[in-house]
């Protein structure tokens, strides 16, 4: 887009005043993730790292460019974001197909709304305040990402 064409916007910042300096730490580090709490990548992270990269389930993850862990109400949710060759419902079912081989103590574990979310429907505070986990396979193993792999978003 030409910035004569946004001579008629007021910028807006959207990131506020109390999240500015963890954004700028973020995008600084932008190629390092925060680790994950030990609990987590035992009972969460391991698990369903195991379900995504599963040789049967290398096309299902392709769907997706990051895989989210944040708080909510008290259980970790899961947000698998699709990346832009996919549609929210692709999305979501490769999600569901996925979530089918997760033990049931995980599905059990996660917050309800756990999912697929689109890429162009992740609110960027969602994405700086969520832990990344890195399973998607350019940023887990690069050599095992395929050339129409979706890029991390990181």
């Known amino acids: 887009m030409p910035k004569i064409d946004l001579v008629d916007h007021a910028p807006r910042q959207i990131v506020s ?6 954004f700028r730490l ?3 580090q932008r190629y390092t993730r925060d680790a994950v709490p030990e609990e ?5 992270e391991r698990p369903v790292k195991k379900v995504v990269f599963a040789n049967k389930n290398r096309e299902l993850a392709d769907h ?3 895989f989210l862990l944040r708080e909510e109400e008290g259980q970790p949710m899961l947000r698998a974001v699709t990346g ?6 692709q999305g979501e079912d490769a999600y569901d197909e996925l979530e089918r081989e997760f033990p049931d103590e995980v599905v059990e574990l996660l ?16 994405w700086l305040k969520s832990t990344k986990l890195g399973l998607d396979a350019a940023s887990f193993d690069p050599k ?3 050339p129409d792999t979706s890029p991390p978003t990181r």
């Open 17 to 22: 005043g109390d999240d500015w300096s963890e």
């Open 26 to 28: 973020r995008l600084g």
């Open 40 to 44: 987590l990548v035992k009972t969460v």
């Open 64 to 66: 997706f460019t990051d």
């Open 84 to 89: 832009l060759d996919y549609t929210q419902d």
């Open 111 to 126: 917050h309800p709304g756990s999912g697929a979310v689109h890429i162009t429907d992740l609110h960027f505070l969602v």
């Open 144 to 146: 095992r990402a395929g």
